[in-house]
């Protein structure tokens, strides 16, 4: 069974950037789609950003364009989510999931990391 594990999550000011890093266990996630979500509390969890499983398609949620790119790096069974120019509004845990088709609908999602926290300062 694959386990995804999220890294790189921490505290940032307005502006700076990070990248977080979503490595899977267990299973070749290389044949498999891959996304990024987050949740703040009280809120239902939104799509970010997700990826196919060749890299060719992405797609991303009109909050995250411009400022944030995926990729991945199927040596290393491993996705990235960098960010750039964070802002506040981007604080937030961030989870990486697994599943067959890149797409903002998290139901299409059936394995996922527990997620790592991202805090902007402003």
């Known amino acids: 069974q694959v386990r995804l594990q999220e890294s790189g999550g921490g505290t940032a000011q307005a502006g700076e950037s990070l990248t977080l890093a979503c490595t899977a266990s267990?299973?070749?996630?290389?044949?498999?789609?891959a996304g990024w979500f987050r949740q703040v509390p009280g809120k239902e969890r939104e799509f970010v950003a997700a990826?196919?499983?060749?890299?060719?398609?992405?797609v991303y949620a009109d909050s995250a364009k411009g400022r944030f790119t995926i990729s991945r790096d199927n040596t290393r069974n491993t996705v990235y989510l960098q960010m750039n120019s964070l802002k506040h509004e981007d604080t937030a845990v961030y989870f990486c999931?697994?599943?067959?088709?890149?797409?903002?609908?998290?139901?299409?999602?059936?394995?996922w990391g527990h997620g790592t926290q991202v805090t902007v300062s402003s």
């Open positions: 267990g299973r070749n996630i290389r044949a498999e789609s």
């Open positions: 990826i196919n499983y060749g890299g060719g398609i992405t």
């Open positions: 999931a697994s599943g067959r088709a890149a797409t903002r609908e998290r139901e299409r999602y059936d394995t």
